[in-house]
């Protein structure tokens, strides 16, 4: 579960992340860095497609400004994956709500 998220910093489980995480049912990966910056490409979640979670959420930063180009978007869901995007404030509740009822992983972007 998340307890906190502010602007920048994440703490999931008693933990505190100041980097962007990855969360997974039992472990978190907190070296998680995009190719791209502020635009995902499969390469940057190709973990997580091996991983074969039931649902990805992918918070895009506090504002939302990470881009979650359509064609991945597709891609991903053509996996038999759901998928839910949004600003990471609306991730973490996404999460908090939906990780114990299916195998979830989150990508989250902690800052803009």
């Not at 895009?60 to 979650?68: F, H, I, S």
């Not at 114990?100 to 989150?106: D, I, L, M, N, Y």
Request: one cysteine or more; glycine letters at 8%.
């Amino acid at each position: 579960m998340i307890e906190k998220y502010n602007f920048g910093s994440i703490i999931i489980r008693g933990k505190r992340y100041s980097s962007d995480v990855i969360i997974y049912p039992e472990r978190v990966n907190d070296a998680w860095w995009r190719k791209e910056g502020h635009s995902l490409c499969m390469d940057d979640i190709e973990e997580i497609m091996d991983f074969n979670p039931e649902l990805l959420i992918i918070g895009k930063g506090n504002p939302g400004l990470m881009q979650v180009p359509l064609h991945l978007q597709k891609s991903i869901r053509k996996r038999g994956l759901e998928l839910f995007i949004g600003p990471t404030p609306q991730a973490v509740k996404e999460y908090n709500r939906k990780h114990r009822e299916k195998r979830t992983v989150a990508a989250l972007h902690l800052t803009c």
